[in-house]
């Protein structure tokens, strides 16, 4: 199995639909964020939790959720997508030093 | 600002040596890290960097210098497989801070 599975690995949706990604790790690590990949952007940091009862907001929040419901369960939703939230999403974990492992990602398409 | 500069695009041909600079401008500095990126895959760990000088794992090296906020990545016997964007990212802070990613260098590997 892999350390951090994303849940679905495409899903193309109609605007103004309300979607949610799923993302469960086993590395046991405490930290784990959201990105969104657009081509050329690089990735951009969406929301980022620090531990259970910890949710901040990165760069890019607006428009999305998350929810923290296990250290190894962090889910994003978008309350009501729209065509820019078309992007390649991932989920991580960090360890004490910083280092990522993501996900395989989610393929999101808004149609 | 946080900023963190790397080239778009390099060309270079197969069994010959490449290397992809970052340079970085962060309010404080905890470590760098390199990732590899293959097309609709996730990021992958490379290195880690968080004192002066080269570390060498394998055919990747990666080069850091602090004081001048510069960073390379050094990739020999190219092989057309190391064909992927290679990010660059700081940690700028202990504690937890997030990490902030370079848009990265589509590197093309040619025969």
């Known amino acids: 199995d892999a350390d951090v599975t994303q849940t679905p690995r495409n899903r193309i949706t109609k605007t103004g639909k309300r979607i949610m990604l799923e993302c469960s790790q086993t590395?046991?690590?405490?930290?784990m964020y959201w990105y969104r990949q657009d081509p050329g952007l690089g990735l951009q940091l969406i929301y980022y939790s620090f531990d259970v009862k910890d949710i901040n907001k990165g760069e890019i929040s607006d428009g999305y959720s998350v929810s923290r419901q296990a250290q190894a369960k962090f889910s994003l939703s978008l309350e009501s997508a729209i065509p820019n939230q078309t992007a390649l999403y991932f989920c991580?974990?960090?360890?004490?030093?910083?280092?990522?492992?993501f996900g395989s990602g989610t393929r999101l398409t808004v149609v | 600002g946080q900023n963190i500069d790397q080239p778009t695009e390099m060309t270079a041909t197969e069994g010959a040596i490449v290397q992809i600079n970052c340079t970085y401008q962060?309010?404080?500095?905890?470590?760098l890290f390199w990732y590899q990126q293959h097309a609709g895959e996730a990021p992958t760990f490379l290195s880690y960097?968080?004192?002066?000088g080269l570390e060498e794992k394998g055919r990747f090296s990666s080069f850091l210098s602090r004081s001048k906020g510069y960073s390379y990545l050094l990739l020999k016997e190219l092989q057309m497989k190391d064909s992927a964007s290679y990010l660059c990212?700081?940690?700028?802070?202990?504690?937890?801070?997030?990490?902030?990613f370079g848009a990265g260098t589509r590197l093309f590997v040619k025969a």
């Open positions: 590395k046991g690590h405490d930290r």
């Open positions: 962060t309010s404080g500095f905890n470590g």
């Open positions: 990212a700081v940690r700028p802070y202990t504690g937890g801070f997030k990490t902030i």
């Open positions: 991580a974990t960090s360890d004490d030093r910083g280092g990522y492992t």
């Open positions: 960097n968080v004192l002066d």
